[in-house]
């Protein structure tokens, strides 16, 4: 499964993800079928269909969404700096075993990074494709000890008006939250990322560590998450309360299903330069082989 990283490199090539690339054909040529189950369902997910090429570094670190510091796509990059990471830790709590604080090193300490490249569809259509680090957030789950009446996980960002100018205006309700039912949180392909192109995550995306749910719309995937927490009702998200008409709570890429505003049936790739074509969108981002067993049965149109 080396033809993964064989592809040419059509993008700059001085740029950080060049060198990881060329490391990645070295180790995918070594180890064969091992270097494939290192990537994990993710990377799989996408066969059959074109092989993922990442975006570069500066199109996924110069191009977000992260509100707290500012609604332009370069305002995060710009004062994201001001938020301090050190130390971090995640409070969870709720319907667990183990509630407490855990520290973000004793969490790091317990976890199995892995890399996992997936497409990223923000609900504005766009879209990237990442190499993220992390773990699996079910592995997380496990540590603080899921009780059998725990039904969904709410996620909470971190809320400092001093470090984050776009909080002291009233965008949304403060602080950031988003919510999955249980049986999307403990999925193999939910990540909890912490990097990169193997670096440590950027703040602008979300450091120390944020969610990333790669068949759900991007304001799901919720950045610098201070809280986890257990609970036994549908949580409340940020997005669905600011415009519940415009954003549900499930959020799944979802061509058929338009924003009130927009079609949602294809996307714009970032990188793609200024001719190229909008591609088509596909269900559950391309990953309806892994997900849409957790959906059957319901109708999406009404659960969007
Ligand atoms: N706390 C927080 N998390 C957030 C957001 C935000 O504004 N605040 N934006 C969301 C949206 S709309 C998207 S598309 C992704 C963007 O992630 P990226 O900047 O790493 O591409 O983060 C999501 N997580
Ligand atoms: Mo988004």
New binding site residues.
């Given amino acids: 499964m080396a033809h993964r990283w064989t592809g040419q490199l059509t993008r700059q090539d001085v740029t950080p993800e060049a060198a990881w690339l060329n490391r990645r054909q070295i180790i995918g040529a070594g180890l064969g079928g091992l270097a494939l189950a290192g990537l994990g369902q993710g990377a799989r997910a996408a066969e059959g269909g074109d092989a993922l090429e990442p975006n570069s570094w500066d199109e ?1 670190t110069s191009y ?5 510091f500012g609604t332009g796509k370069e305002d ?1 990059k710009r004062n994201a700096d001001q938020l301090t990471i050190e130390p971090w830790s995640v409070k969870i709590d709720g319907l667990v075993d183990r509630p407490g604080d855990y520290a973000f090193d004793e969490i790091l300490s317990n976890m199995t990074l892995e890399e996992r490249i997936y497409r ?1 569809r ?2 504005e259509a766009w879209s ?1 494709v990442v190499p993220w680090t992390g773990f699996e957030l079910a592995d997380l789950l496990e540590l603080a000890g899921v009780q059998s009446s725990a039904k969904y996980v709410a996620f909470e ?1 971190v809320l400092r008006p001093d470090e984050m100018p776009g909080t002291r205006y009233n965008v949304l309700d403060w602080p ?1 939250v988003e919510g999955l039912r249980l049986d999307e949180a403990m999925h193999p392909l939910t990540i909890m990322a912490t990097g990169i192109y193997d670096r440590d995550i950027p703040k ?3 450091a120390p560590l ?1 969610l990333v749910v790669p068949w759900k719309y ?2 799901k ?4 998450i201070v809280r986890i927490s257990l609970t036994d009702s549908e949580p409340p998200t940020a997005w669905n309360k600011a415009n519940p008409r415009e954003y549900g709570f499930y959020s799944n890429v979802n061509p058929e299903v338009d924003h009130p505003r927009w079609s949602q049936a294809t996307e714009r790739e970032i990188g793609g330069g200024l001719f190229s074509k909008r591609k088509p969108t596909l269900m559950f981002n391309g990953y309806g082989e892994e997900v849409a067993s957790l959906y059957a049965g319901m109708d999406l149109q009404k659960n969007f």
């Fill in positions: 996924i977000n969404n992260y509100y707290e995060p990223f923000c609900v990237m960002t950031y602008q995306n979300g944020r991007g304001f995937s919720i950045k610098s």
